[in-house]
């Protein structure tokens, strides 16, 4: 098997997982996607490597995926994929490259349309969509059916997916890189810059500055990287290279002396920059990667070795890389006015949780006990903690049922909670708005909680007005105090439902509700623009994790700096209180 037929094996494993359920197989999603990502870009084929046996020396694969890849040298087949890819159309696999489809929605249409021949999926679908078959399948409609449509024929030209990298994962990619760059010992200090340095969401190319007394060896180093497919461009002070999938690093260098204007430059954005660039002309300044030059002196050129000391030279404050998007940070740095941006160790508790208690729920289930995960808050320094498992199925189970259930849950947290000391409990349930507004959960059980997260998990295309009229009732319960990721939006899969965030953000506001910031790598919603307004209105808002699994609260840090990107200071998250403050404001 080559390396190229490996890598394709690989996406389709991460595809299964991805459609039998995201959130489950999380991590193995992640391992898969990497691994074909180093496989995709390896310069020696994996089967010699295997032949000498060598395959633990290859970067980012770990062991059970050594042992998969084994097997299918062994066998020509593991059969562990193959269960995975069980029941999944082969068609699934071709129409997943095309632009705007993904696995889920892949999968979706080869059932619904009955697209069983891989070989013809795409001129299938095609004809399926000219005939409107598309427009008639639930969560579809006319608009998805004519940009699928024109996504196939863009497809048919050759134009590939150009899906931009959800933030983890490009970071796991620029770890990577680095951890390899400061091998050399001619490599001073090596920094993702960019997107990745401002956090954005999604991430085109990876940039990474590094600092060197030898820019020469230092590129001879980075362009000589095992795992690349190829050398883009290599100069004496940058370089590019490509991984797989068109995934391009580019590499600046720059002698200590002059490392903060170099930071500063590629960190960008574009816009921050152009912005900062008039300022500084106006000044007779001109800026560049290199330094600053006064136009009205000799023109020399003037170095900074911090970004602090070259934002300070412009008589402005440092400002955080998360706001850099020319949004108004320029005006407030020069009057030295910035907001102080909330921080991770600011966060006190995580409040959507999903244990595996077996609370027979209608959405999926946690991984992990109830009492790991408290343990876990301790470790992270929390001072409280909410469960938040969804509600019990209500078309399985009775109101009664559902009552039992969810004291049977209580029950097992006091239990648990008398054993942990230092970080207190809270007894959630995320629980669905149903279409007719009302709650999944009658009042005599939502009785049994501290409080209720509340969220739409169906019927995404209902109209702007009847879903904000839909969120609105479900957020009137005096039991619900959280709007769980507010806009639906899955970033490379789906754009979200529609709400109407004036009317939203006016309710929130008079009845000390909270919005969700939720940090699931492909959720981050509320999305930074709706944070940033969020925050103009005062409105609270909720950094949560959504975990399913123990590891997964790590999380934290994406949706920290989502509100980071917002402009949210500490006194705009609800969860930087302390215990005694919190609870006032969820039992309020
Ligand atoms: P991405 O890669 O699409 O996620 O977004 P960025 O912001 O990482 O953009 P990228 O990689 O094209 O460039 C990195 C930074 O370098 C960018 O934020 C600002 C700076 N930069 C690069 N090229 C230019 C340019 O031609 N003009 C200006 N003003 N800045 C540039
Ligand atoms: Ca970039
Ligand atoms: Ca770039
Ligand atoms: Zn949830």
Same mark, same amino acid.
């Given at each position: 098997m080559?390396n190229?037929?490996i890598?394709?094996?690989f996406?389709?494993?991460a595809?299964?997982?991805?459609i039998?359920?995201s959130?489950?197989?999380?991590?193995q999603?992640?391992?898969?996607q990497?691994a074909?990502?180093?496989?995709?870009s390896?310069t020696?084929?994996i089967?010699?490597?295997?032949?000498e046996?060598?395959?633990?020396?290859l970067?980012?694969?770990?062991?059970?995926?050594?042992?998969r890849?084994?097997?299918?040298?062994?066998?020509g087949?593991?059969?562990h994929?193959?269960a995975?890819?069980?029941g999944?159309?082969?068609s699934v696999f071709?129409?997943?490259?095309v632009?705007?489809?993904?696995?889920?929605?892949?999968?979706?249409?080869?059932?619904k349309?009955? !697209?069983?021949?891989?070989?013809?999926?795409?001129?299938? !679908?095609?004809?399926?969509?000219?005939?409107?078959q598309?427009?008639?399948?639930?969560?579809?409609?006319?608009?998805s059916?004519?940009?699928?449509?024109r996504?196939?024929?863009e497809?048919?030209?050759?134009?590939?997916?150009?899906t931009?990298?959800i933030?983890?994962?490009?970071?796991?990619?620029?770890?990577k890189?680095?951890?390899?760059l400061?091998?050399?010992?001619?490599?001073?200090?090596?920094?993702?810059?960019g997107?990745i340095?401002r956090m954005?969401?999604?991430?085109?190319?990876i940039?990474?500055?590094?600092?060197?007394?030898?820019?020469?060896?230092a590129?001879?180093?980075?362009?000589a990287?095992?795992?690349?497919?190829?050398?883009v461009e290599?100069g004496?002070?940058t370089?590019?290279?490509?991984?797989?999938?068109?995934?391009q690093?580019?590499?600046?260098?720059?002698?200590?002396?002059?490392?903060?204007?170099?930071?500063?430059h590629?960190?960008g954005?574009?816009d921050?920059n152009v912005?900062l660039?008039?300022?500084a002309l106006?000044?007779?300044?001109?800026?560049s990667e290199r330094?600053?030059?006064?136009?009205?002196?000799?023109?020399?050129l003037?170095?900074?070795?911090?970004?602090?000391?070259?934002?300070n030279?412009?008589?402005?404050s440092?400002?955080p890389?998360?706001?850099?998007?020319?949004?108004?940070?320029?005006?407030?740095?020069?009057?030295?006015?910035?907001?102080?941006?909330?921080e !991770?160790s600011d966060?006190k508790g995580?409040?959507?949780?999903?244990?595996n208690?077996?609370?027979?729920?209608?959405?999926? !289930?946690?991984q992990?006990?109830?009492?790991?995960?408290?343990?876990?808050?301790?470790?992270?320094?929390?001072?409280?903690?909410g469960?938040?498992e969804?509600?019990?199925?209500i078309?399985?189970?009775?109101?009664?049922?559902?009552?039992s259930?969810?004291?049977?849950?209580n029950?097992?947290?006091?239990?648990?909670?008398?054993?942990?000391?230092n970080?207190?409990?809270?007894?959630?349930?995320?629980i669905?708005?149903l279409?007719?507004?009302?709650?999944?959960?009658?009042?005599?059980?939502?009785?049994?909680?501290?409080?209720?997260?509340?969220?739409i998990?169906?019927s995404?295309?209902?109209?702007k007005q009847?879903?904000?009229?839909?969120v609105l009732?479900?957020?009137?319960?005096?039991?619900?105090?959280?709007?769980?990721h507010p806009t639906?939006?899955?970033?490379?899969?789906?754009?979200?439902?529609?709400l109407?965030?004036d009317?939203?953000?006016d309710?929130?506001k008079?009845?000390?509700?909270?919005l969700?910031i939720?940090?699931?790598?492909?959720?981050?919603d509320?999305?930074?623009p709706?944070?940033m307004?969020?925050v103009?209105?005062?409105?609270?808002?909720?950094?949560?994790t959504?975990?399913?699994?123990v590891?997964?609260m790590n999380?934290?840090k994406y949706?920290?700096?989502?509100?980071?990107?917002?402009?949210?200071?500490?006194?705009d998250?609800i969860?930087t209180?302390e215990f005694e403050?919190?609870?006032?404001?969820?039992?309020?």
């Amino acid at each position: 098997m080559s390396n190229q037929e490996i890598t394709r094996l690989f996406r389709q494993v991460a595809a299964a997982y991805s459609i039998k359920d995201s959130k489950k197989f999380y991590f193995q999603i992640l391992a898969y996607q990497k691994a074909s990502e180093a496989i995709a870009s390896s310069t020696t084929e994996i089967k010699d490597i295997y032949r000498e046996g060598k395959l633990q020396t290859l970067p980012g694969i770990g062991a059970t995926i050594q042992s998969r890849l084994e097997e299918l040298f062994k066998k020509g087949s593991v059969s562990h994929f193959n269960a995975v890819l069980r029941g999944i159309p082969k068609s699934v696999f071709v129409l997943m490259y095309v632009p705007s489809i993904g696995p889920k929605k892949a999968y979706k249409l080869a059932k619904k349309l009955s !697209l069983n021949n891989p070989e013809t999926a795409i001129e299938d !679908l095609i004809i399926k969509a000219k005939n409107h078959q598309i427009a008639k399948i639930p969560t579809f409609g006319e608009k998805s059916e004519q940009d699928i449509l024109r996504a196939l024929f863009e497809y048919k030209e050759g134009k590939g997916k150009t899906t931009r990298m959800i933030l983890p994962f490009a970071t796991e990619i620029a770890e990577k890189i680095i951890s390899y760059l400061k091998q050399s010992p001619a490599i001073i200090e090596a920094i993702p810059l960019g997107s990745i340095r401002r956090m954005m969401p999604t991430i085109g190319d990876i940039d990474i500055a590094v600092t060197t007394s030898s820019p020469k060896e230092a590129i001879a180093h980075f362009v000589a990287y095992p795992y690349k497919e190829r050398v883009v461009e290599q100069g004496s002070e940058t370089a590019s290279i490509l991984t797989s999938g068109g995934r391009q690093i580019d590499l600046m260098v720059a002698f200590p002396a002059g490392f903060g204007a170099l930071l500063q430059h590629f960190t960008g954005s574009k816009d921050h920059n152009v912005r900062l660039r008039e300022y500084a002309l106006k000044q007779g300044l001109s800026l560049s990667e290199r330094g600053i030059k006064d136009l009205k002196k000799n023109g020399k050129l003037m170095k900074y070795a911090t970004e602090e000391k070259f934002y300070n030279f412009l008589e402005m404050s440092w400002i955080p890389p998360e706001m850099r998007e020319n949004k108004g940070e320029i005006e407030l740095a020069i009057q030295h006015k910035l907001p102080k941006l909330v921080e !991770l160790s600011d966060i006190k508790g995580d409040l959507h949780i999903h244990s595996n208690f077996p609370i027979e729920p209608s959405h999926d !289930l946690g991984q992990t006990d109830i009492k790991e995960m408290a343990e876990y808050a301790k470790k992270l320094k929390y001072e409280y903690l909410g469960f938040s498992e969804h509600n019990p199925s209500i078309s399985m189970h009775s109101k009664d049922e559902i009552y039992s259930l969810i004291a049977r849950r209580n029950e097992y947290i006091e239990h648990i909670s008398s054993s942990i000391k230092n970080v207190q409990i809270f007894k959630l349930l995320e629980i669905d708005i149903l279409s007719s507004g009302k709650l999944a959960v009658d009042d005599k059980s939502l009785e049994l909680l501290d409080g209720a997260i509340v969220s739409i998990h169906s019927s995404f295309s209902t109209n702007k007005q009847e879903m904000t009229k839909r969120v609105l009732a479900g957020l009137s319960h005096p039991k619900a105090k959280i709007l769980a990721h507010p806009t639906g939006r899955m970033l490379n899969e789906r754009p979200g439902y529609e709400l109407d965030f004036d009317q939203i953000f006016d309710f929130c506001k008079k009845n000390n509700k909270a919005l969700e910031i939720n940090s699931w790598p492909n959720r981050l919603d509320l999305p930074d623009p709706l944070i940033m307004e969020a925050v103009k209105n005062g409105v609270k808002l909720i950094i949560d994790t959504d975990s399913h699994e123990v590891r997964q609260m790590n999380l934290m840090k994406y949706g920290v700096a989502m509100a980071r990107r917002g402009w949210a200071t500490k006194s705009d998250i609800i969860n930087t209180l302390e215990f005694e403050d919190f609870i006032k404001w969820i039992k309020m």
